[in-house]
């Protein structure tokens, strides 16, 4: 009995000192990142290129902005999609991002996606820009590599600091082709004939940087935004933001559900909001708007677009869900292109 429990106990000191040797391999890239960073940090060398085994095998893609001339307001419902393809034309990797916000030159995004790197190593990112309130209508399409960025960044560090890396300052810009050009004869969107879309000249600036494992790379060997220049403070403008016109009017709205008739909503967008009432007469006596969309948020989680139907105007959530449908009351002599232009001015979000 005494030789049989000595060896029972060897058996667990044995595992134990196995147990505490896998947890000391699993830390060890840790500590060695940390002191990397600790010696970088003493010595103050510079940054040098750092080998491809030292970061994730993912490329990090920052979605920034799609751009088009300042007279041109639309792209409510615009996402962007991004994928890549094999040599035999299959798809490796997609991903799509939510809706965008309007402003004055462009909608906005500001999403991060990460691609893995052999999938970019025998093709383009292949991006398109889809418009969720045409069923997913492919709009514009375009493609870049980013390998080559990502390259630069790694092997010839930005300048300006001895302890972190910079990402790329300036955002690379992809030239956008428009798949549906034709008539140029009207200045509107006419969604009810698809004939009649004009699509302006695009572009869609991007970032790219290497995505790295937090566990095993130092802080002074990831990516970080490059902070802003600090400059005085500007004196206030003396002129006044021009404020768009607000506009009320009937409408019928459908709620995708289960209770889906059509009911008539007194309608009224002012200052940045999209408000309504049951009756008209609410709003006369000064009662609070059954519901109230403000559209100028940045965390609004509505968009409006007009819809394929004639005087129709969808209202789809920013993950492309749509929400309700409105139509213009037969009373109402205004088009909908004009609601939907007040809509959309009241919808720029403030940067």
């Known amino acids: 009995a005494p030789v ?10 044995a595992t134990g000192v196995q147990r505490l040797l896998k947890e000391q391999s699993a830390i060890q890239p840790r500590r060695m990142g940390r002191i990397t960073e600790l010696r970088g940090l003493l010595v103050a060398d510079a940054l040098r290129p750092i080998p491809p085994c ?10 920034e902005r799609l751009r088009w001339p300042e007279d041109h307001l639309a792209g409510a419902t615009y996402c962007v999609e991004l994928r890549t393809m094999s040599s035999e034309h299959k798809e490796i990797w997609k991903r799509r991002t939510r809706i965008g916000r309007v ?10 996606k990460w691609i893995p790197t052999h999938a970019l190593r025998d093709s383009h990112l292949e991006i398109r820009i889809r418009d969720l309130a045409l069923n997913g209508r492919v709009l514009y399409t375009g493609s870049v590599d980013p390998l080559p960025h990502v390259s630069k960044l790694l092997v010839n560090p930005t300048p300006g600091s001895l302890t972190h890396r910079f990402r790329a300052s300036e955002c690379v810009t992809v030239e956008m ?20 879309i004009r699509l302006p000249e695009a572009a869609l600036g991007v970032k790219f940087w290497p995505a790295w494992d937090p566990l095993t790379v130092a802080a002074s060997q990831r990516f970080h935004e490059r902070p802003a220049p600090t400059s005085p403070v500007a004196a206030p403008s003396l002129v006044a933001a021009a404020v768009p016109a607000p506009r009320e009017g009937w409408f ?8 889906n008739r059509w009911s008539s909503k007194w309608v009224v967008v002012e200052d940045g909001k999209f408000k309504y009432w049951d009756d008209k007469r609410q709003y006369d006596d000064g009662r609070e708007a059954k519901v109230q969309v403000l559209l100028s948020r940045p965390q609004c989680p509505y ?4 819809s394929q139907i004639e005087n129709q105007i969808l209202q789809i959530q920013v993950n492309g869900e749509l929400s309700a449908r409105w139509r213009l009351a037969k009373t109402e002599s205004e088009s909908r292109s004009s609601w939907m232009r007040t809509i959309l001015e009241h919808s720029i979000a403030s940067e």
């Open 54 to 63: 030292s970061f994730s095998p993912r490329t990090t893609v920052f979605i």
């Open 4 to 13: 049989s429990g000595l060896f029972h106990g060897a058996q667990h000191v």
């Open 103 to 112: 402003t004055y030159g462009g909608v906005y995004y500001g999403e991060v």
């Open 252 to 259: 019928e709205k459908r709620s995708i559900g289960v209770i």
């Open 303 to 306: 968009r409006f677009a007009p």
């Open 177 to 196: 082709s428009a798949e549906v050009r034709r008539s140029t004869e009207t200045t509107e969107v006419a969604y009810e004939s698809l004939d009649a």
